[in-house]
Antibody
């Protein structure tokens, strides 16, 4: 059973950098996409970005200028860095496995395993 | 950007009843690219349905999905007490590639 676990500071000062790491257990990073999704308190879900195990990335255009997602395959981890944070970046941040594959019925793309989430508050 | 609009925002029903949740897309979405998630308070979303109608592993058969084009539906045939939580639809498409609906809260009447 694949398990994901987010870790990192719960409080970040405005204008500073938010850094989180997701550790994957029960399976390797190989041949999968790994994603970050966030949820402001009491609100809906926003896709942040993903990284493929080989390091290829795709970011939400609304965050692209501030965002870096990286992968550490030997440690079975991937990380998020979001710089110049504001109060609007306050959210529960989830890491998730993105299952993207094709079979005889076509191509599918969805998030099948999620971490429990970690609340990051941007405040002085 | 493809916008997903879920309705109703809140649905009030009783245990044992049938729930029908709607997800409407601003542009046509391939059925293969539509998924549904359930989120309980304080927990991460859980995948229920992928490819519009395929139940994820371990999901009870009272949950079913249907639809095509711009209109998709999640149906819960007989509501159990633990089903009264929030549901999100999600699509894969153009930039940004992944968007979610705003959610439907299922509450006990």
């Amino acid at each position: 059973q694949v398990q994901l676990h987010e870790s990192g500071p719960g409080l970040v000062k405005p204008s500073e950098t938010l850094s989180l790491t997701c550790t994957v257990s029960g399976g390797s990073l190989g041949t999968y996409f790994w994603s970050w999704i966030r949820q402001p308190p009491g609100k809906g879900l926003e896709w942040v970005g993903y990284i493929y195990y080989n390091g290829n990335t795709n970011y939400n255009p609304s965050l692209k200028s501030r965002l870096t997602i990286s992968v550490d395959t030997p440690k079975n981890q991937f990380s998020l860095k979001l710089n110049s944070v504001t109060a609007a970046d306050t959210a529960v941040y989830y890491c998730a496995r993105l299952r993207d594959y094709s079979d005889s019925s076509g191509r599918y793309s969805y998030f099948d395993y999620w971490g429990q989430g970690t609340l990051v508050t941007a405040s002085s | 950007e493809i916008v997903l609009t879920q309705s109703p925002g809140t649905l009030s029903l009783s245990p044992g009843e049938r729930a029908t949740l709607s997800c409407r897309a601003s542009q046509s979405v391939s059925s293969n690219y539509l998924a549904w998630y359930q989120q309980k308070p304080g927990q991460a979303p859980r995948l229920l349905i992928y490819g519009a109608s395929n139940r994820a592993t371990g999901i009870p058969d009272r949950f079913s999905g249907s639809g095509s084009g711009t209109d998709f539906t999640l149906t819960i045939s007989r509501l159990e007490p633990e089903d009264f939580v929030v549901y999100y639809c999600q699509q894969y498409g153009s930039s940004p590639p992944y968007t979610f609906g705003q959610g439907t809260k299922l509450e006990i009447k």
